[in-house]
């Protein structure tokens, strides 16, 4: 799809500094997701996050980031759009059981900041169908009578969502980007969305907040998944891990979470850091990553 970028980032991005009213309905619509297994947090650490101005023309890409809301759920997850009409998101944001595909199920998607301050979102409740979902085939998961998510599970837990209408054209969408591998130690990242701990649980959503000062540790050798020191905390599963390229472009080149994860904790320690789901692709190495199926994914529902 040409609205995709897949080619490998050539860079390292530097640390960037980010310099009403909705319908009533929006304080029951949006609320926290309660469930510990999904987002554990830890509020010994300082909340070091900021408020993220999507009306900035820096970065203006930001402004793809919002909410994802489930019918008949009291849950809430952050998303954001790679393409005019596809939204990426966790699965566990649109599949409560990890283990079953959701796959045809239905959500909704809030994005666009309103810079008049009168609106939490230009785009409201666009309706959406999940196309496709990162599944777990861990065997004693399968097997249980409930899914106890693992670290493990991190790389899998993905969901692209298609919109029923191309919002991307009108509020932008940020670039998905397989980085090479060799590019992401070390590297200085930013994320953001919609935590429920500096929203009221979702009755505020006027404003966004992201950890501008945090960075990519590494990969874990077995599963793939980034391991990074962004500050989290519940409802912003499904968040993006943003990079900079040197002519000032925003970049995702994975997403937060969160599962099993540490949230708040700003930890270097390996086992003790924040997990994401990395889009790095394997074809140099012969196999196919998560990252190379979510660009599958949305290559086979076009827009069009």
Not at 20 to 36: D, H, I, P, V, Y
Not at 99 to 111: A, E, H, N, Y
Not at 124 to 131: E, I, Y
Request: charged share 20%; net charge positive; proline share 3%.
């Amino acid at each position: 799809m040409k609205t995709m970028i897949l080619s490998t980032l050539m860079m390292i991005a530097t640390s960037t500094a980010f310099a009403g009213k909705e319908r009533g309905c929006l304080k029951n619509t949006f609320r926290e997701l309660s469930s510990a297994a999904e987002e554990i947090q830890s509020q010994a650490a300082a909340d070091n996050r900021v408020v993220v101005d999507r009306t900035n023309p820096s970065y203006a890409e930001t402004n793809a980031i919002g909410v994802v809301t489930k019918p008949n759920s009291s849950g809430y997850g952050t998303g954001f759009l790679i393409s005019p009409c596809h939204v990426l998101t966790n699965a566990h944001v649109v599949a409560m059981d990890r283990r079953k595909s959701s796959v045809g199920s239905k959500v909704k998607f809030s994005v666009g900041q309103d810079p008049s301050g009168e609106k939490q979102f230009t785009e409201f409740l666009v309706d959406g169908t999940v196309v496709a979902q990162g599944i777990i085939d861990h065997k004693e998961a399968l097997k249980s009578k409930e899914y106890k998510p693992k670290k493990s599970d991190t790389n899998t837990d993905w969901a692209v969502i298609k919109l029923s209408k191309p919002i991307g054209k009108k509020v932008g969408f940020l670039t998905y980007s397989q980085a090479d591998y060799k590019h992401l130690k070390d590297l200085s990242v930013i994320t953001a969305g919609f935590p429920g701990s500096r929203t009221q649980n979702g009755a505020d959503l006027s404003k966004m907040y992201g950890d501008i000062n945090c960075k990519i540790l590494g990969i874990n050798a077995e599963t793939g998944y980034l391991q990074h020191t962004c500050q989290t905390s519940p409802g912003q599963s499904g968040s993006p891990i943003i990079v900079k390229d040197s002519k000032g472009k925003l970049h995702a080149i994975g997403m937060i979470s969160g599962e099993m994860g540490f949230g708040m904790n700003e930890t270097t320690v390996a086992d003790d850091t924040n997990s994401a789901v990395n889009f790095s692709s394997g074809k140099m190495l012969g196999t196919k990553t998560d990252g190379d199926k979510i660009v599958d994914a949305a290559q086979a529902n076009s827009c069009e």
